[in-house]
């Protein structure tokens, strides 16, 4: 059994991009913005391995983060905004992996990996977030023998569907109830795949 946990504190100085604004108010109307901010962060990490019976082992890792920006000011289309305090987008405040690994034989072993992502914002304004969703894979791995080997994995063991990432033209919108029923383009959550690989090695 091994156990290790840290607490950690973060910060980075002097972010700087350039971003497409879209007009909340006309979204026909757009304009480049140069962004300088920071950020910052703590972060509490738990990682664990156990062996509780033999040929099964568990790993277990959780993070609870709470990433904010700092000395987000900037303006827009006449109008002065300030997204200090907010939290930084597109990223978890809680992640979780569970990992599971069963040794049935020496040439015959099952695998498992379970991954949750807290909601994540999709804007500066913290208007618009995507929910929490796991991510599932398993698998079984059989070494057939010195040359051979065969993997068959399966993804998103649980069906989960959602999307992930960003939404574009969103970053100044404070209304969410304006993406109501709003169809987009974007990242999904990989649909039930079932793989199959045959490796050989001469």
């Known amino acids: 059994f091994s156990l290790v946990s840290t607490f950690s504190y973060i910060e980075k100085d002097n972010y700087f991009e350039n971003r497409t604004m879209t007009n909340p108010d006309n979204t026909t109307a757009s304009q480049s913005i140069a962004c300088r901010y920071d950020a ?13 019976f033999k040929s099964f082992k568990l790993h277990f890792l959780l993070t609870i983060q709470d990433p904010k ?3 987000y000011k900037f303006t827009a289309f006449d109008k002065a905004y ?12 809680v992640l979780m992996e569970i990992d599971p690994t069963y040794n049935i034989s020496k040439s015959l072993s099952l695998w498992a990996s379970f991954r949750y992502f807290g909601k994540q914002f999709t804007n500066l304004s913290n208007a618009l977030y995507f929910n929490p969703y796991w991510e599932t894979f398993c698998g079984v791995k059989y070494k057939l023998n010195k040359n051979v080997n065969v993997d068959l994995n399966i993804i998103n063991i649980l069906n989960q569907t959602g999307a992930k990432g960003a939404i574009a033209g969103s970053d100044l919108m404070t209304d969410a109830s304006k993406y109501n029923n709003y169809l987009m383009t974007g990242y999904y959550i990989r649909p039930f795949t079932a793989e199959c690989k045959v490796s050989i090695n001469f």
Do not use: L, R
Request: glycine letters at 8%; charged letters at 20%; proline letters at 4%.
């Open 40 to 52: 910052s962060t703590f972060g509490w990490t738990t990682d664990i391995v156990a062996t509780p």
């Open 69 to 71: 920006y700092k000395s």
């Open 82 to 93: 300030d997204f200090s305090g907010k939290t930084t987008m597109s990223v978890s405040k």
